[in-house]
């Protein structure tokens, strides 16, 4: 890596793959340019390409590095007592996302499909965040505060499929749904894994 005076090798690295994380979500994977990293991260192209041979290769290591940011966005940590509140507060927060919140997800799902390096590295990423989906729910039908007659793996599998599929609805600028209208129905179909524990 180029070096950045009084800033110590692996600074550098982060400030290079920050500065690449900003530009695939600004610009978008086609859009961003090497030149234009290298410049926001006070580096040089030939700095870049002595480390990354493409630049896929480098979406690959920003995507790394900041996998968390990306997929934070699907399932963001968030602490209550009550996991179906929870539940719909994820739900309800899936009809007005901000699209620069996925904007990085966005565009490595894109670019995975030409890159199975990538592919594998937001798998993990992805996989990471359906796991604690699903260790979520399981807590939450240990305490009695879901039913049990759903699969945990199974609900986390749809919560995913569901944030994907509202980072993309975002991301194509579809108008927004009524927020009341959406909020009442998230809580409706929160509900349906909670008649059980209140009856």
Do not use: C
Not at 114 to 128: I, S, Y
Not at 182 to 199: K, L, P, S, Y
């Amino acid at each position: 890596m180029g070096r950045i005076a009084g800033v110590t090798p692996e600074e550098t690295r982060e400030r290079l793959l920050d500065a690449a994380a900003r530009t695939f979500e600004r610009k978008g994977y086609e859009g961003a340019t090497v030149a234009q990293i290298a410049k926001d991260a006070g580096v040089s192209s030939g700095a870049i390409y002595a480390h990354y041979a493409t630049k896929a290769e480098l979406l690959v290591d920003a995507l790394r590095a900041h996998r968390e940011r990306a997929t934070a966005a699907l399932f963001p940590p968030r602490r209550r007592s009550n996991v179906a509140d929870l539940l719909v507060a994820l739900g309800v927060r899936l009809g007005t996302r901000n699209p620069q919140a996925t904007a990085l997800l966005a565009e490595a799902l894109l670019a995975s499909r030409r890159d199975a390096e990538l592919a594998q590295v937001l798998a993990t990423a992805l996989g990471d965040r359906e796991q604690r989906m699903a260790a979520l729910i399981t807590r939450g039908q240990a305490a009695g505060e879901l039913t049990r007659d759903v699969s945990p793996e199974a609900a986390a599998r749809f919560a995913l499929m569901l944030g994907l599929g509202a980072m993309l609805v975002r991301t194509v600028d579809l108008p927004e749904t009524d927020p009341a209208d959406w909020t009442a129905f998230i809580r409706r179909v929160i509900g349906a894994f909670t008649e059980e524990t209140n009856q």
